[in-house]
C-alpha cells in the first residue's frame, strides 16, 4: 500500500487500542512504529510505575514531552502516545502541527474490561478503577478533541475495521489534497 502521510498520531485513554492499532497500521503502510511509553521505558530501563513511583506524575510528563517532540520530528512513522501526552500544550501543538492525529475514544465500560488485569498502569491502581476511568475521561476528552484532526470510535469494532476506517479517511484526505 502506497504511503499516505508522514505522520500519524494516536491519542486517547489507556486501553483505547493505541499500541495495537499503531502495529497494524504500521504494517499496513510500512512505516516505523512507536509507542511513546515504550521508548521512555527502553532508555530508562524501568517501568512506568517506576518512574512514577521515583520522579512523580511530574518527572514521568518532562519525559514524556521530550520523547514526543523527538519523535514526531521523524519521518515517516506511527506514534502511539501515552493517555496523558495531551495534558501538556507543548504536546498537543507537536501533535497536531507534525502529522494527522486520531483520538481513538472508547467508553469507560470498553476501557475498563481493556485494561482490568493491566497492572503497569499506575493511574489505575485504585480502589474503583471504573470511576478512575470516567474522571480521566471528563478531565481529558475536550484536550483530546482540541489536538486531534478525526476523531474515531474504538469502542465496538476490532483493530482491523479501526485501521479500516483510518485508511479510509487518510485516502480521502488524500484524494482532497490532490485536487
Request: hydrophobic share 35%; with cysteine.
Amino acid at each position: 500500500m502506497e504511503k499516505i502521510h508522514d505522520n500519524i498520531f494516536l491519542i486517547g485513554l489507556m486501553g483505547a487500542g493505541k499500541t495495537t492499532l499503531g502495529k497494524k497500521l504500521a504494517q499496513d503502510l510500512q512505516c516505523q512504529f512507536y509507542d511513546s511509553d515504550h521508548v521512555i521505558m527502553d532508555r530508562t530501563g524501568v517501568s512506568i510505575p517506576t518512574i512514577f513511583e521515583l520522579e512523580g506524575e511530574e518527572g514521568f510528563r518532562n519525559r514524556e514531552s521530550a520523547v514526543i517532540d523527538e519523535l514526531t520530528q521523524e519521518k515517516p512513522i506511527i506514534l502511539a502516545t501515552g493517555g496523558g501526552a495531551v495534558l501538556r500544550p507543548e504536546n498537543r501543538r507537536y501533535l497536531h502541527e507534525r502529522g494527522v492525529v486520531f483520538y481513538l475514544s472508547a467508553s469507560p465500560d470498553v476501557l475498563l474490561a481493556r485494561t482490568r488485569s493491566d497492572k503497569s498502569r499506575p493511574l489505575l491502581q485504585v480502589a474503583d478503577p471504573y470511576v478512575k476511568l470516567q474522571e480521566l475521561l471528563e478531565k481529558r476528552d475536550a484536550l483530546y478533541r482540541e489536538t486531534a484532526h478525526f476523531v474515531i470510535d474504538a469502542g465496538e469494532d476490532g483493530c482491523h475495521k479501526t485501521a479500516e476506517k483510518i485508511l479510509d479517511i487518510l485516502k480521502k484526505q488524500q484524494a482532497l489534497c490532490a485536487n
